[in-house]
Structure formats: C-alpha cells, structure tokens
C-alpha cells in the first residue's frame, strides 16, 4: 500500500505539527520551572530582607527604648537632687527662723540716720552722723517676711537650674535627629 504524496505531505505536516506542538510544550514547562525557582530564588531574598530589617527595627526600637530608660533615670536622679536641695533649705530655713524668733539670730539692715551736722555740732564724726553708718534691728516678723522672699527666690533658682540640667539630659540622651541610624536607608529621601 502506498501513500499518494498528497497524503505523505500532509502526514508530515500533521508530524511536523505534532512535534511542534510537543516541543512547545516541553519548553512551557521547562520554562515554568526556571521561572518558579527564579520566583522562589526572590521570595528568598525578600523574606532575608524583610528579617533583616525586622531585626534593624527591634534593634533600633531597643535603642530608643533603652534611650528613654536612660533619659527618665536622668530626670529622676535631678528630680532627686531638686528635692534633697529643697528639703536642705527648708530645714537651714528653719533653724534660721527659729534662731531669729527666740532672739539667738539678730537681723539689721543698715540706715542713714538724720543727724544735724551743721556748724555747732560739736562732733560730726560720731555714730550716726552724716555719711556714718547706723544700724537697725528688723523686728522678728520682718526677719521672717524678708526671708520668705529670699527663700522663694532661692527656690526659683533651684527649679530653673533643675529645668535646665533636665533639658540639658534629655537633650543628650535623646538627640534622635543628629543620630542616623547605621545600615538602614534614610526616610523621605
């Protein structure tokens, strides 16, 4: 039996076909495999990636939390320091009233007294005389109303030198924005 060339044309072309479509296949699947182990080779490197910079973050949060730490230690420690300084000076405050209400303490203030000093003045140089320096004892209330102000003053000043020393901490334990963090790329840029 023999096969007209019409149909050994057209076999062949079926054949031909048939290998095409076959070959085509096998480079389908090939290809897929290549492409699913080169998506995997990246879910990898994307995973690696995102534990990397998970890490950086847990690291970084550690930092600042230990920065935190640190910073309210600091403001402990100067709130500490206000109080034992403020306790002192009520308690000196304290002796000092005392001695002053019960006469131990005397309090004067220096006054210009209003001497006549003219020609029959026998002694212009004496105690009291013009340019002479007299004294005044202040009463005990006065003592304590004027020490009132000077200790509230003096409280005034502890609190704003604490202020400050408090600012001063903060500010170096905390100075976030001159600190980059290292192997992280910059926000925003």
Not at 10 to 37: C, E, H, N, S, Y
Not at 106 to 111: F, G, K, M, Q, Y
Not at 141 to 148: G, Q, R, S
């Amino acid at each position: 039996m023999t096969l007209t060339d019409a149909w050994r044309a057209r076999l062949r072309a079926a054949l031909g076909t048939g290998l095409l479509a076959v070959a085509f296949a096998i480079a389908w699947i090939v290809q897929g495999w290549r492409k699913d182990a080169d998506i995997d080779h990246l879910k990898a490197g994307i995973a690696v990636a995102n534990q990397a910079a998970a890490d950086a973050r847990d690291e970084r949060t550690k930092q600042v939390l230990q920065a935190e730490r640190n910073a309210r230690d600091s403001i402990q420690a100067i709130t500490d320091k206000l109080t034992t300084e403020r306790d002192t000076a009520r308690h000196e405050k304290d002796l000092y009233i005392a001695g002053v209400r019960s006469g131990a303490i005397r309090l004067s203030v220096p006054v210009i007294a209003a001497v006549y000093a003219g020609p029959g003045c026998a002694d212009s140089t004496a105690a009291g005389g013009p340019g002479q320096e007299a004294r005044a004892e202040l009463t005990p209330a006065a003592a304590e109303f004027l020490d009132d102000i000077a200790s509230e003053g003096d409280d005034a000043i502890r609190q704003a030198n604490a202020l400050i020393d408090a600012y001063n901490a903060l500010r170096e334990k905390l100075n976030v924005q001159a600190q980059e963090p290292t192997g992280l790329p910059t926000q925003g840029h």
